[in-house]
Nanobody, 115 residues
Framework: QVQLVESGGGLVQAGGSLRLSCAASGITFNFYTMGWYRQAPGKQRELVAHIIPDGRTNYSDSVKGRFTISRDNAQNTVYLQMNSLEPEDTAVYYC?????????WGQGTQVTVSS
């Protein structure tokens, strides 16, 4: 059974930082591209960042320079360090694992940034 469990969300003031974690089980973690997505109220889910098995990363333009994605293959965990948070970053953040045609999602964690 595949599980992706996110943690680390919460309420933070603009300019603050949060670190999200996603612990994976039931998959061969180091085969998978891991990603963070977010969905704000009334908006479509969008890619925030992803990291492929060799560690290369990709970011959306809206978070580039502020967010950092990383992975610990020994711990089967992916992280998202979020700095200089803005109210526009408020959303539910989802962890995703992708390999070939297999896609798995976590349940999401709420991030709220107050102005």
């Amino acid at each position: 059974q595949v599980q992706l469990v996110e943690s680390g969300g919460g309420l933070v003031q603009a300019g603050g930082s949060l670190r999200l974690s996603c612990a994976a089980s039931g998959i061969t973690f180091n085969f998978y591209t891991m990603g963070w997505y977010r969905q704000a109220p009334g908006k479509q889910r969008e890619l925030v960042a992803h990291i492929i098995p060799d560690g290369r990363t990709n970011y959306s333009d809206s978070v580039k320079g502020r967010f950092t994605i990383s992975r610990d293959n020994a711990q089967n965990t992916v992280y998202l360090q979020m700095n200089s948070l803005e109210p526009e970053d408020t959303a539910v953040y989802y962890c995703a694992a992708s390999f070939l045609r297999r896609d798995y999602w976590g349940q999401g964690t709420q991030v709220t940034v107050s102005s």
